[in-house]
């Protein structure tokens, strides 16, 4: 019935279709001068306290507003003001509580009655009654952002163009040559905005080669009124972390399992306890138990052996080695094996592409159609690799790559040592993401906050487990991480990754004068041995070229000489980030946007991981150093035992480990802990690792050890019968079993670990053992990528390297690791697919690559094993899967043989004949899902 | 929309929560790949029950629409470089009016090269109105003007980037960073395909070259890669490692794959209840079919003399671009759903010589392309196929001038705030002109459309909406079309 009138009226406005009719139906709807306006005290703080007081109050501060206080209103969120007083509708305040999405769990929303006296309220001009205004209107916290962002670069640190520099109050008033940048109170008499409004500044042509773009209308037009007001300045002290007390995360935040420091667990006494050869077991066997279930029969040791050396190497045993192990009668066998293989160079090659991964590694940059060469880069790469087989403890490993430039003083040391130069070509881990800077047209200011971003992404998601990136544009939805927690991390890097002060990957393209303002990434660091090497490898040659120019000059004179020119090694550096001091303050970007400034913030870690004891204490890392020593404290921070921050370190990276060795992480997500992410499958365990990880000094080996000596590790791939071996590999039973597809079992996605899954080789894996096989692998260590080469028609082709050591292009990965999964690194990857298509099926069958080590293989299998075709199928089967065949699998095999070598005969002499024969069946075995699948 | 996470459960000891959990099933399938195993199993769960979770596929088979639609297979006409609007569909009688006055100085911080900025220039061809809807398009598309009444144009599509390489990101994914899925891999990823013989999603490149960004414009991003596009060359052997560089004689590679065959159902059999064995087996299959399939597609000697005429095939300059636009129609009535065409390097980045380069780049393509419409017609599949045409962003009304400041070799810059492009074909409504631009073509002003806008349209056109087309990737719910909304340009569809 309430509807009747409104219709009515519209149907009358529709009718006639007369502007003084919508003129007056508008006036209708407008609260004539006559309605009461809303008081503030009165109407409107009990609403906000009652309805939005949980959130938004002085305890909890969801999305950074505090409704309690009128300042607070006034200052509304980390989304920008909430208020147009006059305009109700452009209101967020009102918007959020008209469309009802406020308060977000609807149980307790507004009446309309309150919405409407708040809509009131905000039309009659949102009035506080007793507010003392102090906070000037603009203050230079409004101001700076801008000038950073359109000024700064010809005028700020790097450069000061007429002497001037824009990045403070008091040196815009000390001024340029010129004079001053502004007369305070004066608009029309001050410098800046006369050259604002010409459009004379930033000078137009040269926009690009700057890297800024024209300040907008909006912009002078708070400048000029900044200015006009004199120039408030206000001693706003920035947003500091830390306080227990946070008002943006709550105690019942804090209490999400992740967040919360691993708790102490006892090892359960179980059941099966023949079984438990370490707490690993004990831990998954009690889960097991609970569902009526136990681990599955242990496998067979050549199962064990494979399935070991292809976890911690990467490539398949040799039949001497399988040879040797089943020989070796004692009962620590499996321990002493899984010891070799820890002590194996290719451990590292096989783990440190694990991290390489994390890290998002590559030899180029990317985001531009040239994808620019990163010449050093493989310097961090067999960093990580050494690493690795030297076992670095974990915290150290962090703190290097976090902030190796700050862990020793290599500034004033008389000599680069090795571990200096390590230090800094860690941080590359920081300069992973592509990066399009150094091109003209993406190296703006917000092409730089991508690049920052993803690296922020790589280190939350890498290491902390956290979202992050989630919190750039508005506090995280899920998560406690309020969107000034993601500026204070943003402003610990800010030393070194600074979007006002930015280091370019290389400075091509504009060499004028003034992309002296812009610098380049690279250190000159390397060791004093290096650079020593090097002087005198040049210095020899320049002896050989004065001693030849002393001579006759012949045209064979200058020819020698052009010859040992070319000779000379360049000069080394190292692809690395360091501190580079006097960083730019940092302000949230509201909605992420970076011409949208809001609070200022000051670095410091997450609240929701800090804790009264842990320290998080900025110093610089040494006297007399420009370096800020921020990221040092965050690293040390990120790594102190017994603490919330550390917890989590450990956890995600035993739960990574884990991952490795088991198809799934106990967290499967394993770079999403928060409250999106999956559950522990085994929280006792998970903790008790994290800390066992901690007591070993943060050893990978050591948890290699613990983690493949268990039980659950050694257990086979299929549950088996009562009283039966788990595989029966020379039986025909479950072939002869014609029962059809039974239900889903118990434990059917294997979370609680009642088998070893089966698992697809990586792409590395089937490349690198393709190559092994084949007799073909060179491992050669280090060193810079293993060049590929792109044919014309997109076939990436690589050479005989392990692929750790294959140059890693963007755009022109290796065809062969390409189809098997091999990640763009956008920016890193934290689980691989594993995709199963026709076109691999292509590759591996007639990729003239891959055929021609078939060839290889079978060539190999003729030395080893002579002429009889039941040696040669019994060779290939121990060199390419570390086994005998079945004897149906010899069958088969021997009957094809015979086949093939049947039909070559009529093409080809009786001796070439069998040479193709066995390639075909080598070919055949590299295609077959045994090869290709590690029990 | 509900929220796609449960966040009342709390974390309990040792307590894995069963249902319902969207991420447990998600990387259920992630781990059950293309089998039959992963078909079946797919059905145990119940599609309905997906309602408002991804399409959690990891397949190709085809999937059912989010509500019925005419159009079954796209035909993306990608004309990368940036097509100049003002000289192919959107007059201007205004910069003929201010031709040669000065104009930088208002748009400065768009200009890409401002060494070379010159003033407004008009164009230098001349516009008519076409079909019975009128619509104005310009002399450098002679062919073209015979389907305008199918065409639904659009004047005011605007990016938010003006360099090549994340605009065409932005076109592409809807994302500016890279690593985002394509248009292509999402259509495939929410409708599978009809044909199991042939890729669902081909590329055909163009021979002399690839375009810029390369594979990165139709990959699959955090999608699995069974959605990236694959690339069918339109000369030798169509797709990589399609034969062996020397075959074998046919008895050896039949030979081969019966033992293969064997061994891997040996290995099978000793390991049951793992699907991506048999889904592996499977694929082997389809290799072998997809050979036989993907050299019959593209065999165009099957086509008439006259048919290949149409598309202007055996002659130049319109012979490589007919192959292509003719390849992709056997492709679509093959039942392939996404056919994504590119153009060598850059023919419509027309910086100078507008006159004559840009003609050249309509003499290339505006042939074929007509011959594509009307045989698409003639055989009744352009109702079921969607034709979108269009590039990465438009070009500025100043002039751009070569080095040596000949004004004959003018040409336009890049300009992200304005840039046309059309859809014809399945469910658009043709001879629509939709949306304008400011007087002198820099912006669009009335009826803006974004590019996420833009794609919505597309996959509304394809029977599906953009917000329930997703996948839930580290914490985030990603969808082509972001997070700010997009809008569905109702008024050209049919």
Request: net charge neutral; with cysteine; glycine share 8%.
């Amino acid at each position: 019935m309430k509807r009747w009138p409104l219709v009515l009226l519209l149907s009358a406005v529709i009718g006639r279709g007369e502007v003084r009719l919508i003129d007056k139906a508008t006036a209708q709807e407008k609260p004539a001068v006559t309605v009461p306006v809303s008081i503030f005290e009165k109407d409107i703080r009990p609403v906000l306290q009652a309805k939005c007081g949980r959130c938004h109050g002085e305890d909890v501060r969801k999305g950074e507003l505090a409704l309690h206080t009128p300042a607070g209103i006034r200052k509304g969120s980390e989304s920008g003001p909430i208020l147009v007083p006059g305009q109700s509708e452009k209101s967020r305040l009102y918007e959020m509580v008209r469309d009802g999405e406020m308060p977000p769990d609807k149980k307790n929303p507004l009446t309309k009655a309150e919405v409407e006296i708040i809509r009131r309220w905000i039309d009659g001009g949102a009035r506080f009654e007793n507010e003392t205004a102090t906070k000037p209107e603009i203050t230079q916290h409004d101001i700076v952002p801008i000038l950073l962002l359109r000024c700064t670069a010809c005028h700020g640190r790097q450069k000061r163009e007429g002497e001037l520099d824009l990045r403070t109050r008091a040196a815009m008033l000390r001024g340029g040559k010129s004079g001053p940048a502004f007369v305070s109170g004066k608009p029309d008499e001050s410098l800046i905005l006369k050259r604002l409004q010409r459009e004379e500044m930033p000078p137009r042509q040269r926009l690009v080669e700057a890297m800024v773009k024209p300040m907008e209308a909006t912009e002078i037009e708070k400048l000029t009124r900044w200015i006009a007001l004199g120039a408030p300045e206000v001693a706003d002290e920035p947003d500091v972390a830390g306080t227990p007390a946070d008002p943006l995360v709550s105690a019942e935040d804090r209490e999400f399992w992740s967040f919360q420091r691993p708790q102490k667990v006892t090892v359960p006494d179980v059941a099966h306890a023949a079984r438990v050869r370490n707490p690993v077991d004990a831990f998954v066997l009690q889960k097991l138990a609970e569902k009526g279930l136990s681990l599955s029969p242990e496998a067979d040791r050549l199962t064990l052996l494979r399935r070991a050396a292809f976890d911690l190497t990467g490539l398949p045993p040799e039949p001497a080695e399988a040879a040797a192990f089943l020989a070796d009668a004692d009962p620590r066998a499996y321990e002493k094996l899984i010891d070799r293989l820890l002590a194996s160079p290719r451990y590292g090659e096989r783990w440190g592409r694990h991290w390489l991964d994390v890290a998002g590694y590559a030899d180029c940059e990317g985001r531009r159609e040239q994808h620019l060469p990163r010449p050093s880069v493989w310097r961090y790469r067999d960093y990580v690799i050494r690493s690795f087989n030297a076992d670095k403890p974990y915290d150290r490993f962090l703190q290097e790559q976090l902030a190796g430039d700050e862990l020793a003083d290599y500034e004033h040391a008389p000599e680069i040592t090795q571990e200096m130069e390590d230090n800094l070509v860690a941080t590359a881990f920081l300069r992973m993401a592509p990066d399009p800077t150094w091109a003209n047209l993406t190296g703006f200011v917000p092409d730089r906050l991508e690049v920052m971003a993803d690296s922020m992404d790589v280190l939350g998601s890498g290491v902390m487990g956290l979202t992050f990136k989630c919190a750039r544009c508005h506090s995280h939805k899920f998560d406690p991480i309020p969107q000034r927690d993601y500026y204070r991390l943003v402003a610990i890097f800010k030393g070194a990754y600074d979007e006002h002060d930015w280091l370019k990957p290389q400075l091509i393209g504009y060499g004028g004068a003034l992309s002296a303002s812009f610098g380049e990434r690279y250190s000159p660091h390397v060791t004093t041995a290096e650079r020593q090497r090097i002087d005198e490898h040049n210095a020899a040659i320049q002896r050989d070229i004065d001693t030849r120019k002393g001579g006759p000059q012949t045209p064979a004179t200058a020819k020698q000489i052009n010859e040992l020119n070319a000779k000379r090694l360049p000069e080394s550096r190292l692809f690395t980030l360091w501190d580079r001091g006097e960083p730019s303050p940092t302000y949230i970007y509201r909605r992420g946007d970076y011409q949208n400034s809001g609070t200022l913030v000051a670095p410091g870690p997450p609240a929701v991981l800090a804790d009264r004891e842990t320290t998080f204490e900025i110093v610089p890392p040494w006297p007399d150093t420009k370096s800020t020593g921020r990221r040092l404290a965050f690293a040390r921070w990120l790594t102190q035992p017994n603490s919330s921050a550390g917890g989590l370190t450990a956890r995600v990276m035993v739960n990574r480990i884990w991952k490795h060795h088991f198809g799934q992480g106990l967290v499967k997500s394993v770079g999403n802990f928060g409250k999106t992410g999956d559950r522990p499958s085994h929280p006792e365990l998970l903790d008790w690792l994290a800390q066992e990880f901690v007591r070993q000094r943060w050893s990978l080996k050591e948890m290699h050890r613990l983690m493949m000596t268990s039980s659950v590790y050694r257990q086979g791939g299929q549950r088996g019968r009562e009283g039966e071996g788990e595989r029966g590999r020379n039986t025909n039973n479950a072939a002869d079993d014609p029962s059809p597809s039974p239900p889903l079992p118990p434990d059917a996605d294997n979370r609680l670990l009642s088998r070893m899954p089966l698992r697809r080789m990586e792409a590395e894996l089937l490349r690198d053992s393709l190559l092994l096989v084949a007799g073909q692998l060179d491992e050669t260590r280090f060193g810079p990528g293993d060049a590929v080469t792109v044919r014309p028609d997109g076939l990436v082709l690589s050479g005989k390297r392990r692929s750790v050591y294959v140059q890693q292009l963007r755009k022109h990965p290796a065809s062969l690791l390409e189809s098997f999964d091999l990640p763009a690194m956008n920016p890193n990857c934290l689980q691989r697919a594993e995709s199963l298509v026709a076109p691999q099926a292509l590759h591996l069958m007639n990729d003239a690559t891959v055929r021609e080590l078939a060839r290889q293989f079978a060539d190999r299998v003729q030395r080893e094993a002579g002429d009889d075709s039941a040696r040669q199928v019994q060779r290939a089967y121990w060199i390419a899967l570390t086994r005998p065949p079945s004897d149906e699998e010899l069958t088969n095999c021997l009957q094809t043989l015979t086949s093939l070598t049947e039909q070559w005969t009529k093409q080809v002499s009786a001796a070439e004949a069998s040479r193709k024969a066995l390639a075909t069946l080598c070919h055949t075995i590299m295609n077959s899902a045994s090869f290709l699948y590690v029990d | 929309m509900p929220p796609i996470t449960d966040t009342t459960f709390k974390a309990q000891e040792g307590g894995m929560k069963k249902t319902p959990d969207p991420f447990t099933r998600r990387s259920f399938f992630t781990s059950v790949g293309a089998g039959l195993h992963g078909a079946a199993l797919l059905h145990l769960f119940g599609r309905d029950s997906f309602a408002n979770e991804p399409r959690v596929a990891t397949d190709l088979r085809a999937r059912p629409t989010h509500f019925s639609a005419k159009a079954k297979s796209v035909i993306q006409l990608f004309m990368n470089g940036g097509p100049s609007q003002m000289d192919l569909f959107d007059p201007k009688t205004e910069l003929d009016r201010h031709h040669g006055e000065a104009y930088f100085n208002k748009i400065a911080g768009e200009v890409e090269n401002v060494a070379d900025a010159g003033a407004l220039m008009r164009s230098p061809f001349k516009f008519a109105k076409h079909g019975e809807c009128g619509m104005s398009v310009s002399n450098a598309l002679p062919h073209l003007t015979k389907h305008v009444d199918d065409i639904a144009l659009i004047r005011s599509l605007f990016t938010t980037n003006i360099t090549h390489e994340p605009a065409l990101y932005i076109i592409q994914s809807g994302h500016m960073p890279s690593g985002y899925p394509t248009l292509g891999s999402w259509v495939v990823y929410g409708l599978g395909c009809e044909c199991q013989n042939l890729p669902a999603y081909v590329v055909l490149d163009d021979p002399l070259g690839l375009p810029i960004n390369g594979v990165e414009n139709w990959h699959a991003g955090f999608l699995p890669p069974t959605f990236q596009g694959t690339r069918f060359r339109s000369t030798g052997s169509p797709v990589l490692n399609l034969r062996p560089e020397t075959a074998d004689p046919p008895e050896i590679a039949r030979l081969q794959r019966d033992l293969l065959n064997r061994l891997d159902r040996l290995h099978q059999r000793q390991r049951p209840s793992q699907p991506n064995l048999d889904a592996r087996i499977a694929s082997y299959e389809l290799a072998a079919r997809m050979q036989m399939s993907a050299t019959d597609a593209l065999d165009l000697s099957q086509e008439t003399r006259q048919t290949q005429e149409l598309y202007g095939i055996g002659r130049e300059p319109t012979d490589s671009y007919g192959r292509r636009c003719l390849i992709a129609r056997r492709l679509v009535e093959r039942g392939v759903r996404f056919v994504q065409l590119f153009i060598n390097a850059q023919i419509w980045d027309n910086h100078t010589g507008l006159a004559t380069d840009m003609k050249a780049a309509c003499d290339r393509t505006d042939l074929p392309i007509a011959g594509l419409f009307f045989d698409l017609k003639q055989r009744g599949l352009l109702d079921e196929t969607l034709l979108i045409w269009g590039g990465e962003f438009g070009r500025l009304p100043i002039a751009q001038l070569p080095k040596d400041k000949d004004e004959r070799k003018a040409g336009r810059d890049h300009n992200k705030n304005a840039a046309c492009c059309w859809l014809a074909g399945g469910g658009v409504k043709g001879g629509t002109t939709y949306g304008s631009t400011d007087d002198l073509g820099f912006a669009a002003v009335e009826k803006r459309v974004s590019v996420p806008d833009w794609h919505a349209t597309i996959l509304h056109l394809l029977g599906m909406h953009h917000e329930d087309l997703f996948v839930n990737e580290h914490g985030l719910k990603e969808k082509l079309t972001g997070v700010q909304p997009a809008r569905v340009v109702r008024e050209i569809l049919a």
